[in-house]
C-alpha cells in the first residue's frame, strides 16, 4: 500500500504535524489529484483550536491546486496531466480523490497559487445566494439576463473577505448594480473595481448611522460572522423584510485570546433581530445537495467566469517554510493573528519529484 504526506490536528491548539496516510485508489468517476498549493482559511483555524467538527488527527483544508495523476475508467472531460481546483474536504495532503464532477479546469491565464484562493468561498458564495438568499443565478447566463430586482440595496459585510471579494464579482456579473460593502478603507478601490457602488470603514464610529442612510438594503451577506464586529452592527441597521444571510460560525470570543475562542450557531438567538427580519446561517457543506451545481459548479460555471475575467481569483499570499508542516503552521498562526487581509495565504503542498 502506497502512503503520502498528510498535515493534521492532534489536539485543540496543538501544533501541526505530519503524517503519512494511505493513498487511496482509483475507481470508476474519480480524480486522482497530486496537490500542488493549498490554502488555510479561517475554517482551518477554528478547527484547529477549538476542535469544530474535528477527529484529531484530522486532515484540514477545503482548497486544492493541483494536477491529475490519475482518472477512473468512467472519467470523461478531464485527463491526467490537467491542472485542476476541487473544493473538497482534507485538502492539505500530498494526494487527494474526488469525484470527477468536482473538478474545475484550471484556465491558462490563472496560475496554481491564484486557482487555490478559489474553491472554497467560489462556492460559498453561489450556495449562499441561492439556497440562503433565494436569489436566481440561471446558468448558463442568457445574453440580455437582468435581475428583475438589479437594483435591490445588497449589502456585503466585509468585502474585502475572501468570500466578500467574490461576492461582489458575482453579483455584479449577474446584473446587481447597487451593492455596497463595508471593509478598511485601504480595500476601498479595489472593491469598487469588483462592483461595489459605495464602501463604508467598519472601524467609523458613524458606520451604523451611514449604513441607515442607503435606503433599501434588502439583501445582507455578513461574509464575517463575528458577533460584535458584524452579527450586532447588522442587527441595529436593518429593518421589516431584509433578509441576512451570516457566515457561521458566530465568532463570540476570538481564536487569539486567552482560553480560546467561542463560537455560536444560532444565528437567530444570538442577538436581537427586529421584526420581519429574516436571519439565516450559512453552511456550505450542504452546497452539493444542489444536483445542478454538483454537476456544474466547479466543472463549468467556475472555469467559465474565469476564462472571461468576469471573476478574478483573489490576491495571495505565498507563504513559505522549509517544510510542508512548517508553512502549514505558519498560515495558521498568520490567521490566529488576523494577519490576512484582503488577500488569501496559499501554500506549497507538493516537494517531491515532477516525474509522474
Ligand atoms: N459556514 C460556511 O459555510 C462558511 C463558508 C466560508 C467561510 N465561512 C466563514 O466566513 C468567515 C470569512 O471567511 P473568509 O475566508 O472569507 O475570511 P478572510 O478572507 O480570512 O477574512 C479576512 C478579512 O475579514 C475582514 N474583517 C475582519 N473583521 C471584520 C469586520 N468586523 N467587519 C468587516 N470585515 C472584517 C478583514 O477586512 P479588512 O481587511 O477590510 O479589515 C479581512 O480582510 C470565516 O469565519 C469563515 O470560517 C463560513
Known sequence: MSTHKAIVTTAPRAPLSLLNVSTPSLQGNEVLIRVEWTASTPLDMHQAESGLLVNHPQVLGDSVAGT?????????????????????????????????????????????????????NFVTVFHTLTHDLHLSLPWPKPASYAPADSQTGFLIWGGASSVGMYALQILRFYGYTNVIA???????????????????????????????????VRYVFDTIGHLDGSVRPISR??????????????????????????????????????????VRGVRTYFWAENAFFKEKLQAEIMPALLTSGDVKPNPYRAIEGATMVERAQKALDVLKGKGARGERLVWKVWEGEYDS
Open 68 to 120: 491529475v495523476v490519475g482518472v477512473g475508467e468512467a472519467v470523461e472531460g478531464v485527463g491526467v496531466g490537467d491542472g485542476v481546483f476541487t473544493f473538497t474536504l482534507h485538502a492539505h495532503q500530498e494526494y487527494i480523490l474526488v469525484p470527477s464532477t468536482s473538478v474545475g479546469r484550471i484556465p491558462p491565464n490563472i496560475s496554481m497559487q491564484e486557482a487555490a484562493t478559489l474553491p472554497d
Open 182 to 216: 463595508v471593509a478598511s478603507p485601504g480595500h476601498h478601490k479595489l472593491l469598487g473595481g469588483y462592483g461595489a457602488r459605495k464602501c463604508f470603514d467598519y472601524n467609523a464610529a458613524d458606520v451604523e448611522d451611514a449604513l441607515r442612510e442607503e435606503i433599501g
Open 237 to 278: 441597521v436593518v429593518g421589516m423584510g431584509t433578509q441576512v444571510a451570516v457566515l457561521l460560525p458566530v465568532i463570540v470570543v476570538d481564536a487569539r485570546e486567552e482560553g480560546g475562542p467561542v463560537y455560536e450557531m444560532d444565528v437567530e438567538g444570538c442577538c436581537e433581530w427586529a421584526e420581519g427580519v429574516g
